[in-house]
């Protein structure tokens, strides 16, 4: 292996973590290598089409790994089972500058301060890790303001009166509610409720040298093709490029950390576009892979200090997997209820994020972002035929008459809902596939119960010929906003950092991604993820600086 020269600080995964981490370091004069698994995504060159092989039907959007050469599996009935991206349980992340950034819906939420002492608050939770986080609301606040202002995002507070405090307001003004959402905002009034404008990472008007959103009908899934959705793509990451301490590497897949006789990272092995490896040696390695991936790395790099992984000496690394189950209901009017202004979501309420009877935690409900076709096609009421005559008129009536309110549900974080890494599965360069294995708490299918109610009685007030239900919260929570693998906590005994994000037992190794998140709320995640970015990333360089006299 040739090694490249020594740098202070490798950075694994472009995403919402890893891009902060790597532009808070490279502006504070630290040398600066940003691993990336993907390439730079430009709109001219990626379809919209939702049947296109670059699209993912199960997570509907673009940018997912090559699913031949990147399988995964799960335990199931019948042992160690190879699962594509393909397929439904495959936990798809993007594989891109921005990752998930790039495509996402935008939801610019904030957790609420109950969702940092959920364990405080609710007591023991039986078959459930529920824990506080080992950092408050209070801590995380100014680095959520950095987040919103840095990156940029609209909305405001007014209608929110559950939103905790805030010490400056949104950068950019809420974009106006759309048709549906105008519909189901008198409705949420009727019912008592306070219905407000969903905050986005999206221009409502120019913002730092970017042009405003245009609206585009079918944005989320996709990339902007006027780069007003706001990602690490074009907001941190060229920031950090630009200092000329940040060399982004596309196309590499880093496959093992390497640890010293002294417990600490030396650097990382990756193998480049080529297949060719490489050592790339650092004073700190910062993962940022998400939670499935990062678990992955941890566990498949093995030491004489950590012959389980890397900081898995106390069977933590992998545990609590959790992501979102979604759940909700759908209306049928007797009119058309859509006007395909994008990106569709832009109403939402918040009565039943916290303070409910009989239920721990709860979650956000919204108007959902508008489906194309395909996705449509799989929207019907129980009982209909999914095929055939009656099939195509409901597709052709009722494209504009159908609104979904959906929102994803508080899990409860469990030890047996986890990642591993298979023992007979390998990747196209040789690396142990990530293993899925346990499943949801009890308690996620009833809260959906909970949830999906009140989105059907939403729908109900606001004037719906016809409701149904959909009701999430079984099986494995491995679908979108995935976290807790490598979560923070103050006892090692039971967490995998400290509160800094710094593995445990390794003091130049930190996480910066989802999988610090100890209970991953009742909200899109992304802008926490990006937050604790900044909170990892203050910390490391305000903690090493005397490592760059060495450069």
Same mark, same amino acid.
């Given at each position: 292996m040739l090694p490249k020269n020594h740098v202070n600080v490798v950075v694994i995964g472009s995403g919402a973590g890893g891009g902060v981490v790597a532009k808070e370091l490279s502006f504070l004069g630290y040398s600066v290598v940003l691993f990336e698994r993907g390439k730079w995504i430009s709109y001219d060159n990626n379809s919209n089409d939702e049947l296109s092989d670059q699209r993912n039907q199960i997570l509907g959007a673009n940018f997912g790994p090559d699913f031949i050469k990147n399988p995964r599996s799960f335990i199931n009935k019948y042992g160690d089972e190879e699962v594509f991206n393909s397929?439904?349980?495959?936990? %798809?992340?993007?594989?891109?500058?921005?990752?998930?950034?790039v495509s996402y819906g935008a939801m610019a939420w904030r957790f609420m301060r109950e969702d940092f002492t959920m364990k405080s608050i609710y007591g023991h939770v039986k078959g459930s890790t529920l824990v506080d986080w080992p950092i408050s609301y209070d801590d995380l606040e100014p680095y959520y303001e950095k987040a919103e202002w840095e990156i940029g995002v609209s909305g405001h507070n007014k209608k929110n009166s559950f939103a905790s405090n805030r010490n400056k307001p949104y950068p950019m003004p809420p974009f106006e509610i759309n048709k549906e959402g105008k519909i189901l905002e008198k409705a949420a009034k009727r019912l008592g409720w306070n219905a407000f404008p969903v905050p986005m990472f999206r221009n409502s008007k120019p913002y730092n040298g970017r042009t405003p959103c245009m609206r585009n009908s079918i944005c989320v899934g996709n990339a902007c093709p006027i780069?007003?959705?706001?990602?690490? +793509?074009? =907001?941190?990451?060229?920031?950090?490029?630009? =200092?000329?301490?940040?060399?982004? $590497?596309?196309?590499?897949i880093v496959s093992e950390l390497v640890i010293d006789d002294k417990s600490l990272v030396k650097g990382v092995k990756y193998?480049?576009?080529?297949?060719?490896?490489?050592?790339?040696?650092? /004073?700190?390695v910062v993962i940022s892979a998400s939670a499935n991936e990062t678990a992955r790395l941890l566990l498949n790099s093995k030491s004489k200090f950590f012959p389980n992984g890397a900081g898995n000496n106390n069977d933590w690394?992998? $545990?609590?997997?959790?992501? +979102?189950?979604? =759940?909700?209901?759908?209306?049928?009017? /007797?009119? /058309?209820?859509l006007d395909f202004d994008?990106?569709?979501?832009?109403?939402?309420?918040? %009565?039943?994020s916290h303070n409910n009877k009989k239920i721990i935690g709860g979650g956000i409900i919204h108007n959902e972002f508008n489906r194309l076709p395909y996705q449509f096609s799989q929207i019907r009421p129980p009982g209909s035929k999914l095929w055939g005559l009656e099939?195509?008129?409901?597709?052709?009536?009722?494209?504009? $008459?159908?609104? $979904?309110?959906?929102?994803?549900?508080?899990?409860?974080?469990?030890? +047996?809902?986890r990642v591993t890494v298979s023992k007979k599965i390998k990747d196209h360069w040789g690396i142990p596939v990530v293993q899925f294995s346990g499943k949801r708490h009890?308690? /996620?299918?009833?809260?959906c119960k909970f949830l999906s109610n009140k989105a059907e009685l939403l729908l109900k007030e606001a004037g719906a010929v016809k409701t149904w239900k959909n009701i999430g919260g079984k099986g494995q929570g491995r679908g979108q906003h995935q976290a807790g693998t490598a979560r923070m906590g103050n006892d090692k005994k039971t967490s995998v950092t400290n509160k800094y994000g710094q593995i445990h !037992?390794?003091? %130049?190794?930190?996480?910066? !991604?989802?999988?610090?998140?100890?209970?991953?709320?009742?909200?899109?995640?992304?802008?926490t993820i990006m937050a604790l970015g900044y909170w990892v990333g203050n910390y490391v360089g305000n903690n090493f600086k005397h490592l760059l006299i060495h450069q």
């Open positions: 397929l439904k349980g495959y936990g %798809n992340i993007a594989e891109c500058v921005g990752s998930g950034t780069s007003a959705k706001n990602g690490t +793509h074009n =907001t941190v990451i060229p920031m950090a490029i630009q =200092t000329g301490n940040c060399d982004l $590497r596309t196309e590499c193998f480049d576009k080529n297949k060719k490896m490489y050592f790339q040696s650092s /004073d700190i690394v992998g $545990r609590n997997l959790q992501s +979102h189950a979604y =759940t909700g209901a759908v209306g049928l009017f /007797d009119y /058309d209820i994008g990106p569709g979501a832009n109403i939402a309420i918040s %009565n039943f099939h195509k008129k409901f597709q052709k009536n009722n494209f504009k $008459r159908l609104s $979904r309110i959906n929102g994803p549900i508080q899990e409860m974080p469990n030890f +047996h809902s009890y308690l /996620d299918h009833e809260h !037992d390794i003091d %130049n190794l930190f996480i910066a !991604d989802g999988s610090l998140i100890p209970n991953n709320a009742g909200f899109n995640p992304s802008l």
